[in-house]
């Protein structure tokens, strides 16, 4: 089985407050990461906003793509 299929697998049953709830556990653990990491971030600040906007434009595409 593929790690993917797992994925959705075990995620199948998550509700709305689930994936909030994952989603704050994510942004906690990169805001620490981050803290950890801050002249490596800085250095390269403009390479992750371009990942974040890569990112966010996927995902409403796929949202709102009919």
């Known amino acids: ?4 299929k797992w994925v959705e697998k075990k995620t199948k049953r ?17 805001m620490v990461l981050g803290a950890y990491l ?3 971030v800085k250095q390269y600040v403009w390479i992750f ?3 974040w906007v890569v ?3 996927y995902l409403w595409i796929r949202i709102f793509k009919k």
Do not use: C, E, Q, R
């Open 38 to 40: 801050t002249s490596f």
């Open 49 to 51: 906003v371009a990942l």
């Open 14 to 30: 998550f509700t709305a407050w689930d994936f909030a709830i994952l989603k704050v556990g994510l942004i906690a653990f990169g």
């Open 1 to 4: 089985m593929s790690l993917m």
């Open 55 to 57: 990112a966010w434009v």
